[in-house]
């Protein structure tokens, strides 16, 4: 390489010195030192690609983009702020060719190393700390071991993600009793959802009725908005992250349905 000059074939030179790199660690392990760690923006960590190209032809990343034509992926944050490169996702090979596979993205996502959750899990965060948003107003108290437990205090990421799986963690801690305690949390915020989702569903009903008749609907359609809007927010954050939390705001989704019918038959 040093004579080669890599610039000549970027890609066939950064497998290379790769190789390279990882040889000499495993020399460095042998001889009971540590392996030497490579700095983020090294180019043979497959950052080449934009750091020789891209960065010199102007071209700027998109904040997102689709992973197989469904889920939205913060393109600039992998790079910019989790520490990904190019090849990470990317062939080194054939230009824009994507080469990461669901299976990849969870390896790397919900690997016991990765401390990032509530990157991709806000609204699950937000619940767990109270810190959400809500659209209705409700008294919000955080989980009472908010604080104390971080997210892999609960979920074992080296287990299929399942009640059951969770239910099984809580045991680490305490006695078996906790597996029917998260049975009964389960049924208290599929109790509340289950409600609140039969309450929107007649209010939006009422609602389109209403506005067939050309009625004024403002105030009705105003409420089942905010109701809306927090019931798909307990949906996302999944309710077993604060029981108390979820099944207050589920209950305040309703009540804000029903006031909303009660409007629109006056």
Known sequence: ????????????????LQRVNGTANRVMTLLGKSPITLPRENL??????????????????????????RVSVPHQKHFNQYGAVCTDCHSPDLHKAVTITAQGCQACHHSATNDK????????????AATLETALPVKKDPNIMAGKVDCVGCHDLTKKHSVASQAEQCTQCHDKGYRDMVAMWQDQVGGAQKSAKAALE????????????????????????????????????????????????????????ERAVALLQK
């Open 1 to 16: 390489m040093e004579h080669g000059k890599g610039v000549h074939n970027v890609f066939y030179a950064a497998d290379l």
């Open 44 to 69: 043979i960590r497959g950052g080449y690609c934009a750091t020789l190209c891209h960065s010199q032809a102007g071209v700027v990343f998109k904040p997102e983009v689709k992973f197989e034509k």
């Open 117 to 128: 959750c509530t990157t991709c899990h806000a609204a699950q965060a937000g619940l767990y």
């Open 202 to 257: 007649k209010g939006e009903a009422a609602l389109a009725s209403a506005k067939k008749a050309r009625r004024q609907v403002t105030a009705a359609a105003d409420l089942l908005a905010g109701a809306r809007k927090d019931y798909e927010s307990m949906v996302k954050a999944k309710g077993l992250h604060n029981p108390d939390l979820a099944e207050a705001i589920l209950t305040e989704s309703k009540k804000a349905a």
